[in-house]
């Protein structure tokens, strides 16, 4: 399609490296299908380290990701395998800076809120508490 020039597919890298990555990317596009079998992923950690570094995200329709990802709240979804529907996202985010700002704002909130480590961890302590003094 002509668009070597213009994309980097970079594989498996260091959560430095990823790091780096996110804080100079403009959006992450996530586009998740289900494989031939039928599998389907839960929850793509990339999702959540985007979002908690503040970068607008588009990610598929599917699965468990629109716990995380809530269309026009926290970031843009598309149906699996709609490459037209990604392109009309994507260029939504790049027309308005407003949208993109707003859904950073409320992703990274969403995940400080739901997916802190230490909170989760405390709440899973306390769930096990309670079940042991029953």
């Not at 597919?9 to 990555?21: D, I, K, S």
């Not at 039928?38 to 716990?67: F, H, K, Q």
């Not at 909130?109 to 096990?128: G, I, P, Y």
């Amino acid at each position: 399609m002509g668009l070597g020039e213009q994309i980097i597919f970079h594989g498996r890298l260091p959560q430095t490296e990823v790091v780096e990555h996110l804080r100079t990317a403009d959006v992450l596009v996530a586009p998740s299908v289900p494989t031939s079998c039928g599998r389907r992923e839960g929850i793509p950690v990339v999702l959540m380290e985007a979002m908690s570094s503040g970068v607008p995200t588009i990610a598929s329709d599917l699965s468990g990701i629109p716990e995380l990802v809530i269309d026009e709240a926290t970031g843009l979804l598309t149906p699996p395998g709609d490459a037209a529907s990604l392109g009309t996202a994507l260029i939504r985010l790049y027309r308005d800076a407003t949208l993109r700002h707003r859904l950073a704002r409320q992703a990274r909130q969403k995940v400080e809120d739901e997916f802190d480590l230490s909170k989760n961890a405390r709440q899973l302590a306390t769930c096990f508490q309670q079940g042991a003094n029953r």
